[in-house]
């Protein structure tokens, strides 16, 4: 289910050479003869008693995402064996929120580091050292993902009032304007381990300046993936095979779609739970794909699609709605569960069982006894940027 940003955090929100020409075909198909089985849900639990909202996980299990405390917004990390590990910094005065983790044990998200201070795109070391990535000239930024290289893509403000721009971050060049489709807003949410970058940006060729998904690399540059029909559109996922997944949706929110789009194939709407209403926000490198659709009964429920061509309801009993985040390669989805009301969510894991998992004999977690056990690369983070 999406969430609203912290009231301080800059980030804007953007509900969630082929647009016009593609053609946008259901991929129906017969179901398989065996149905996805999952595993009862895990629900990841603050120290605090608070809420919890579980944003990456990464293939040995760790999970990051963001806790409240104090009317604000904290980063954290959690695995089975390493518990829930709140992120620095921890004053009163701060906020940070932990939005993506790679095969390193590096996390992405964005923090104020210091009271009343817009807040910036940051990465975490080992779980304590916190590297400031800076802004594109603005005020804030802040990231969502982060690759197995160590490179980074978010959102920026720059110099002009009002413009914030989608980047790639990597050591050796700082941080990269990606450009737009024309508009002054824009946002990367995901990255894979080519440096292949997607989001949304708002349109200046549309009469609304609506927001389209995009789909960035060196040798392309900027792509506008279209609305498939729809008046918006954004791009959440994208796996090593260059698959991308997203919403295309009305610009009142009363009809959503799930989609998956390559440079060769164009765009497909992925089939829903019946009701006209999906979207997908992962997907891993055995092309599984996750989101959330809205089931019979009118809950919205954490989703599954198998290579693309059905639905399946993951849970439909845990909390009054649900929706999944991200699968890792073996088979483990990271979603988000709302219980008592819409505000009382919890981060939950469901894991993938049977011929569809990569593992049948997975656990929940590697066994990680020490943060410093993850493969980590030695970092100088430096000063802050200003």
Known sequence: MPRTLAPKSVLLAFRSFIPALVALTPAFAQPPAHPPHFSPPRLIESPYGLT??????????????????????????????????????????????????NECGEIAGEANLA???????????????????????????????????????????????????????????????LGSLGGRTGIARAMNNHDEVVGNSDNASDDQHAQHAFYWSARTGMIDLGTGGFDTSSASGINDDGVVVGVVSSNLGETARAFKWTLRGGMVLLPDLGNQFGFAQGINDRGQIVGEAIDDAGARRATLWLRGKRAYNIDPS?????????????????????????????????????????????????????????????????????
């Open 115 to 177: 009271a009343n201070a817009s807040g910036h795109a940051v990465v975490w070391h080992a779980f304590e050292e916190v590297e400031d990535l800076g802004t594109l000239g603005g005020a804030g930024s802040g990231a969502f993902a982060i690759n197995d290289r160590g490179n980074v893509a978010g959102t920026a403000q720059t110099t002009v009032i009002g413009e914030s721009r989608p980047f790639l971050w990597t050591r050796e060049q700082g941080m990269r304007d």
């Open 318 to 386: 845990t909390g009054i709605s649900s929706g999944a985040r991200t699968i890792n390669s073996r088979g483990v989805v990271l979603g988000n569960a709302a219980f008592s009301n819409p505000n009382d969510v919890r981060a939950v894991l469901w894991r993938l069982e049977g011929a569809d998992s990569a593992d049948r004999q997975v656990e929940w977690a590697s066994e990680i006894d020490d943060p410093a056990e993850l493969p980590h690369r030695t970092v100088d983070v430096g000063s802050p940027h200003p």
């Open 52 to 101: 919890t909202f579980g944003t990456d996980i990464n293939d040995r299990n760790v999970v990051v995402g963001v806790f409240g405390v104090a009317q604000t917004d904290r980063a954290f990390a959690w695995s089975r064996s390493m518990g829930f590990v709140e992120l620095p910094p921890t004053t009163d005065q701060t906020f940070s929120s932990a939005n993506a983790i």
